[in-house]
């Protein structure tokens, strides 16, 4: 008996200390899909390609554009739900998340289009839909618009518009989810956009310097920076609010990622060989809510994730796309297989190994397994690779 309890014991203790490698989940071939869908727009003989920057996953749904409309399928059932004919007779057209569209976590829609008057001018206007695709309602501007335009919600829910006008001003305008303004300003600095819970802008100070201000939901300054060019170049802010800056030396072959904190003092600076390319500041890169901590970047055929203490992790993947998730996951993918890692440790938790017959295919990733297919006819699949 005593034998038979060491022996339960020792196993026991054998499997806790197994790496997590060992339990991972391994395909050889494609799962099968909880459900598919097909592209309606298909039938029409002419479609754009699902992608990644086409498509956000929100409130149990999924939005994707395609020829321009966007369309809206329940990620449960895999049925459709609606078609939003946004542009109508704008004469400004998009198909991408982003600078014009956002979607919140409620799966409200919101688009920004313009229209020429007969005076010449494109009137600029914000209309918010729900996800039955009923319009909630519409915020037209007076203002001229000189050149930039676009759009961002805030982790608090509010929506942002900002428009450089005719005079080279800034302004914003603050919605809540019902279409109440709750604020109206003029900024004398470039609004970058909205990235990790902070707005951010830009001032040039000088021939070789910037000023960047980061702002909280509620628009108060929270810190600044100014920055040398000579130093490289702004690359992001990460959610704990390191600043994230990268120079590359074409001389030497090497890239150099560093952080300040919001004092300005330099945390890690990290050199690495290879041009940088893809990154975890580029938001088309994580079709779901919520937020990745980690900074990642792909160099070559290698991928590296640091922390904010500029602890360092990296595998070899060869050529390769990566896209993240809130449950600090990340998935690599290139045209031989699929793989999801997590993130803590980049210890691997599913794996999928592709054919010829997945080579046209794209994958979008909306973390705890759940990857969707898009194949060459954009019908969707929804595969969960973390089942048994």
Known sequence: MNARKLLLGTLIVVLLLLPTQVLARSWTSMPEADWSYTDPIVEEGFYDYITSSSTLVRNSNLYYFSNNRLHIVNTNTGKHKATIDYLGN????????????????????????????????????????????????????????????????????????????????????????????????????????????????????????????????????????????????????????????????????????????????????????????????????????????????????KFFLIDRKGTMQQLTFGEFEFQTASDQTVMLYNNKKLEIYKASDLSLLHSITLSDANKMDKFLYAGAGIVYRIDEKNVISKINVAKA
């Open 90 to 301: 704008s004469n400004m057209g998009y198909s991408f998340f982003g600078l014009y569209a956002q979607v919140d976590n409620k799966g409200n829609a919101y688009m920004m289009t313009a229209t020429r008057n007969s005076s010449g001018i494109d009137v600029y206007k914000l209309t918010a839909y729900n996800d039955a695709g009923k319009k909630l309602w519409e915020k037209a501007y007076k203002e001229k618009i000189r050149a930039n335009a676009g759009l961002f919600v805030l982790n608090n829910g509010n929506i942002v518009t900002y428009l450089e006008t005719a005079s080279e001003k800034i302004v914003t305008y603050t919605y809540d989810a019902k279409g109440q303004l709750k604020d109206k300003r003029e900024w004398k600095s470039f609004i970058l956009g909205y990235h990790n819970g902070y707005i951010v802008t830009r001032n040039i100070i000088g021939k070789q310097a910037s000023r960047f201000s980061f702002y909280d939901d509620s628009m108060k300054l929270k810190f600044a920076l100014n920055f040398n060019h000579d130093e490289g170049y702004y690359a992001g802010i990460t959610p704990e609010g390191l600043v994230v800056f990268y120079k590359y030396n074409s001389a030497t072959g090497k890239a150099t990622f560093f952080t300040k904190d919001q004092t300005g003092k330099k945390v890690w600076s990290k050199e690495l060989a290879g041009q940088a390319g893809q990154s975890t500041f580029d938001d088309q890169y994580q079709i779901g809510e919520g937020t990745f901590t980690k900074f990642g970047v792909r160099i070559g055929k």
